[in-house]
């Protein structure tokens, strides 16, 4: 509920400054570790979008894979299911550094203006 309501914030933020009545489309990129269900953020947006000019609005959730650096090799790597594991070195026991993967990101809003003639 928490990411649904932090979403919204941002697309209304966005819709006012640019004029938006109605929002169409949000894309919305989201870290592997953030641990999203898309189903469950899109129900929980469309329950705090009602009555806003988002309340119809489509979300398209793209996930993210999680990103860490080895600290031994300084290798980038992409975390898949053990959070634990350079590819080059094998297991590392600590000071692997998140890169990205936690973090929840409004890519772009679709939407109709009132000043568009649309
Ligand atoms: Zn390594």
């Known amino acids: 509920m ?3 309501q932090s979403v919204l914030e941002i697309v209304l933020d966005e819709c006012r400054r640019h004029r938006m009545k109605t929002v169409d489309r949000i894309n919305v990129q989201v870290g592997a570790l953030a641990a999203v269900v898309p189903e469950a953020l899109t129900f929980c947006f469309q ?3 009602q ?6 609005a489509a979300l398209d959730i793209e996930t993210v ?3 860490m650096r080895c600290p031994l090799c300084g290798e980038l790597f992409e975390m898949e299911d053990r959070l634990d594991m350079c590819p ?3 297991p590392v026991v600590s ?5 990205s993967g936690r973090e929840m990101t409004v890519m772009s809003i679709e939407g109709r203006g009132s000043d568009d003639g649309a």
Do not use: D
């Not at 009555?51 to 119809?56: D, I, K, L």
């Not at 000071?95 to 890169?99: P, T, V």
């Open 2 to 4: 928490a990411i649904a």
């Open 47 to 49: 329950v705090v979008a």
């Open 51 to 56: 009555g806003t000019p988002a309340e119809n």
């Open 65 to 67: 894979p999680v990103v």
């Open 88 to 90: 080059q070195c094998g």
């Open 95 to 99: 000071g692997l550094s998140l890169i």
